[in-house]
Structure formats: structure tokens, C-alpha cells
């Protein structure tokens, strides 16, 4: 059976996105530059396939496989990206059918592993040099495969399956035979998606949707003994790269993710958290909450950190003509970057097709670099594919 959600939000960047809790009308869009409609004619192809009035009345139905779904029409939108923080914009993927996305970087920058419905109408993992067009298949069955994460070695990759059923979480190691067993990790009778690894390599944490209450929440999961902890409610976590000492001096984990307010617009925001463990995997939080960047016009989702982890970026929703008009409310406009104090927050791509989920990787070719390369999914060119961008910050040009 389907579940359904209680109501919609835009969060955005699964294979395409997300549904999540919360109802934003569509008074709260606002014009974006340079979007002309479809003619008529078009319209009923090109629009959401969800009615608007079932996202705000009846909520979305919770189905992970409608999220590839491209509606996105390039004859109609500019091609110029205008916004003066970064440059060396590059295509990295080149799919013309189906599409790639929510990108993962190996630990030195010089592997992607994404989904993609390049080869079947159902997302697998596919592994690809960032100078290279050869693809590799890490993943190959009638099900679906998507969220990769790389471990902090490089070593292995975890991800989101729904081969036994509904969704959990796989780990396998990067370099296996696509016909091998993965371990799964997670067996809930609840949906686990979007893995992230501690920086040393011993905890995952995840995403799981509870059916109870409809809400998202923030798992932990220790490798070594499989202890499985809760933390907080959010959605679309990643680990830190840097390991601190916490005030009883053992080892602080941080983690990064999205959650609502619960009042007003409910639109999500970015937060961070850290726990320190105990030997048996189980874990405490060591500190509360804390919000780092929000807006009432738009949410900021699908957070990731800098390679130094000093940054964030993230994605923006909710402001674009074209999700006015479609009725679409989860799919991201634009990336953004923000200092983790809030400070310092600067725009980075502002095309009039959407971008989505960053992902912040070092520059294999000057790895010393703060600035690294921002990864991320891109319609501009029609279908969903890896573009890149080395971010230009003030703060981080002043670090130097």
C-alpha cells in the first residue's frame, strides 16, 4: 500500500525530489525573470502530474518512483547564468534520456556516483570519472537504486534500495561486481533513504519516514555493533567532515540537515546537531538545535558542507515562475551558500531552470583549495544531468 503524506512542502532533490509535511499555497511564489509559459497546447504535458489541489488538501501520494519524473521544457528558458558567485561552470554528465542525479563525491574528488535513469526506467547507481564520460554500472535490477554516499575511505558506498520491499539502506564496497550482495543496514518497516557517513567511517546516520505521525526523522546507526539510534526530526542529513571533542571530552559528531518550524509558512530551514556515542554505538546529543539560515519567501534544503567545513550550501525553493505554474512546489530553483554561523550568504547559480541538490567536493586538480567545486542537478539543458561550479565567496576568497 502507498502512504501518503500528510500534506506537501518543497524539499526537493531525491531522483528529482521529495514530499514532505507542511502546505505552502501557491500566493506564496513569487516571479522569476525571464519565463515565458507554454503555449496551451502543451500544457497538460508539461505540467506536475500531481494536482495541485491533492498536494494542498489531500497531501502527496509517498511514492519515490514519481520522482524522476522531467517535466521541465528547455525551448522556453534562457540559457545565461547570471549570478557572479561562481564561475567555470561544467557539464559533468551528458544524458539525454532519463536522467542523473543527487551526486556523491569520493573522498578525493576525482569520482562521482549518482542515480540515473539513463539505463531503465527505474534509478540505478552509476559510477563516473569527474574528467571522464565513461559510466560505469554499480548497480543493475528491476528496482530502485539512488542517494549514493561514499564512505570517508572511499571504499564503500552506501545508498537507498526498495528491493526488499520498501526503502532501506545498503552498503557495498565501491569497487564490487554489480551481481554481488550488498549488506543491508536498515530492515523498518518504514521507509530509510539518504545515508551519510561519520567522517571515521563508523556511523551512518539516514532519513526514516515515520508512519505514525508522518513525519521525518534523523536516524543513527553504529557499523561495527548495528545499534540504531534516534536523534531529531529532519530530513536529508550529512555528517561533518571534522570530528571536535565534546565538553565530556570524547568524540563530537556533527550533523547537518533540514527541519521546519511547525508554525506560520512552514517552510524547512537548515540546521546542525551533534551527539557524542557511547562503545556500544548507542548515542546522546550533546548540545541543542541550532537553525543556521531561513527565509519566509523561500526553504533552504538539501544542505551539504564545505570540504573544510566551514560553508554550507544548499538549495532554494519556491520562487520561480515556472513551479508557479506548474503547481510544482518541490523542486529546487537555485543553489545558495551560507557560512555555518548564517553569515555570509551568497547566491550561486540563478538560472531559470531548476538546480538542485549540491554536493561539495574538493578540486582533485587543487586540492588545497577552500573553495573546492559545488556538484549539483541541473535541467538546463532539457533532462536532469551533473553540472559543477567553483564557488566564489567573500569570506572564503578572504581566508586565503
Not at 37 to 59: C, E, H, L, S, T
Not at 109 to 119: L, N
Not at 130 to 140: E, G
Not at 152 to 176: C, E, F, H, T
Request: include cysteine.
Amino acid at each position: 500500500m502507498k502512504k501518503i503524506v500528510p500534506a506537501a512542502i518543497a524539499l526537493g532533490g531525491l531522483l528529482c525530489s521529495v514530499m514532505l509535511p507542511g502546505c505552502i499555497p501557491l500566493s506564496a511564489f513569487t516571479k522569476k525573470d525571464n519565463y515565458a509559459p507554454i503555449a496551451n497546447g502543451d500544457m497538460q504535458n508539461q505540467r506536475d502530474p500531481v494536482p495541485a489541489i491533492q498536494k494542498g488538501q489531500q497531501g502527496i501520494h509517498y511514492n519515490p518512483r514519481d520522482w524522476v519524473a522531467s517535466v521541465y521544457n528547455p525551448s522556453q528558458i534562457g540559457n545565461l547564468l547570471t549570478s557572479s558567485g561562481q564561475t567555470g561552470l561544467t557539464r559533468q554528465t551528458f544524458t539525454e534520456s532519463g536522467g542523473d542525479l543527487q551526486v556523491s563525491l569520493s573522498p578525493d574528488g576525482k569520482t562521482m556516483a549518482y542515480a540515473s535513469t539513463k539505463f531503465s526506467r527505474t534509478p540505478q547507481i552509476c559510477l563516473q570519472g569527474v574528467s571522464a564520460k565513461a559510466v560505469q554500472l554499480m548497480t543493475q535490477d528491476n528496482m530502485s537504486d539512488m542517494m549514493p554516499a561514499f564512505s570517508p575511505d572511499g571504499k564503500m558506498l552506501a545508498w537507498a534500495s526498495d528491493r526488499y520491499g520498501n526503502w532501506d539502506i545498503l552498503v557495498q564496497k565501491a569497487d564490487a561486481r554489480p551481481d554481488s550482495k550488498p549488506r543491508q543496514i536498515t530492515r523498518s518497516t518504514d521507509d530509510d533513504i539518504h545515508p551519510t557517513w561519520s567522517p571515521d567511517g563508523r556511523f551512518l546516520a539516514f532519513s526514516r519516514f515515520n508512519s505514525m505521525d508522518g513525519n521525518w526523522q534523523i536516524w543513527v546507526v553504529d557499523t561495527k555493533s548495528d545499534t540504531i539510534s534516534y536523534l531529531t526530526e529532519g530530513l536529508f542529513p550529512r555528517f561533518k567532515p571534522q570530528l571536535a571533542k565534546s565538553e565530556n571530552g570524547k568524540q563530537a559528531y556533527t550533523l547537518l540537515y533540514q527541519r521546519n518550524r511547525k508554525r506560520d509558512v512552514p517552510w524547512y530551514s537548515i540546521w546542525i546537531n551533534s551527539f557524542s556515542a557511547e562503545s556500544n554505538g548507542s548515542i546522546e546529543a550533546v548540545n541543542a538545535p541550532m537553525e543556521i539560515v531561513s527565509n519566509d519567501k523561500w526553504a533552504a534544503i538539501t544542505p551539504c558542507w564545505s570540504p573544510n567545513g566551514e560553508y554550507i550550501a544548499f538549495a532554494t525553493v519556491g520562487k520561480s515562475a515556472l513551479a508557479q505554474w506548474q503547481a510544482r512546489i518541490y523542486k529546487p530553483d537555485d543553489i545558495w551558500v551560507v557560512r555555518t554561523d548564517g553569515t555570509d550568504l551568497t547566491q550561486i547559480t540563478s538560472h531559470s531552470a531548476p538546480d538542485w541538490n549540491p554536493y561539495w567536493a574538493i578540486d582533485p586538480n587543487n586540492p588545497d583549495d577552500p573553495n573546492g567545486r559545488i556538484y549539483f542537478t541541473s535541467e538546463r539543458n532539457g533532462n536532469p544531468n551533473v553540472w559543477s561550479v567553483k564557488p566564489i565567496i567573500a569570506g572564503m576568497v578572504a581566508m586565503k
